[in-house]
T-cell receptor, first 114, second 114 residues
Framework: KNQVEQSPQSLIILEGKNCTLQ??????????LRWYKQDTGRGPVSLTI?????NTKSNGRYTATLDADTKQSSLHITASQLSDSASYIC?????????????FGTGTQLKVEL | DVKVTQSSRYLVKRTGEKVFLECVQD?????MFWYRQDPGLGLRLIYF???????EKGDIPEGYSVSREKKERFSLILESASTNQTSMYLC?????????????FGPGTRLTVT
């Protein structure tokens, strides 16, 4: 079972609408949680990062929330645009004896249509 | 801005060929990583390096080797390519450790082994 679960797997929305993507994780000890955006055929690009003491972080139309008690995070996209069509990946960083280790979710594939 | 470049965006090789994937970063980062990304699976770590001539196995090192002769360059080598190594390969780099630890990704190389 993946230690970082994302839902839904895929989502189609109309341009201008809002949407929320979910991430549940079981990994510990937790260092930070990051949301990446990955356009088709490109490498992931970081959108937001939150440590365990932060519960919300915004980057333009993207707002991430974190509940470290329930180990849940969400990414809310406001007023979606066609360029938001991409895969959104939740990544949890944990501290290990050998340094930081990233655990990746499998992503939510978002398609924004006219 | 951090820039991570990969030598090829697309590559087609035959079974049994030796394959070299090159990655270069321009931000003097100590850490460099190689991942592969397959549909339905999160990014999986193949190898990483935290210094010149140093390397550590990741989660799926079998069938791969790496070389880091210079700080800015990290190469992934498939000694004898097989069809199950058809995948998207992503290189990343980062500074060492820290709470806000972030990895910066290259654009990826889509490798097809026939």
């Amino acid at each position: 079972k993946n230690q970082v679960e994302q839902s839904p797997q895929s989502l189609i929305i109309l341009e201008g609408k809002n949407c929320t993507l979910q991430c549940n994780y079981t990994v510990s000890p937790f260092s930070n949680l990051r949301w990446y955006k990955q356009d088709t055929g490109r490498g992931p690009v970081s959108l937001t990062i939150m440590t365990f003491s932060e519960n919300t972080k915004s980057n333009g139309r993207y707002t991430a929330t974190l509940d470290a008690d329930t180990k849940q995070s969400s990414l809310h996209i406001t007023a979606s645009q066609l360029s938001d069509s991409a895969s959104y990946i939740c990544v949890v960083t944990i501290l290990t004896g050998g340094g930081n280790k990233l655990t990746f979710g499998t992503g939510t594939q978002l398609k924004v249509e006219l | 801005d951090v820039k991570v470049t990969q030598s090829s965006r697309y590559l087609v090789k035959r079974t049994g060929e030796k394959v070299f994937l090159e990655c270069v970063q321009d931000m003097d980062h100590e850490n460099m990583f190689w991942y592969r990304q397959d549909p339905g699976l999160g990014l999986r770590l193949i190898y990483f390096s935290y210094d010149v001539k140093m390397k550590e196995k990741g989660d799926i090192p079998e069938g791969y080797s790496v070389s880091r002769e210079k700080k800015e360059r990290f190469s992934l080598i498939l000694e004898s390519a097989s069809t199950n190594q058809t995948s998207m390969y992503l290189c990343a780099s980062s500074l060492p450790g820290g709470v806000n630890y972030e990895q910066y990704f290259g654009p990826g190389t889509r490798l097809t082994v026939t």
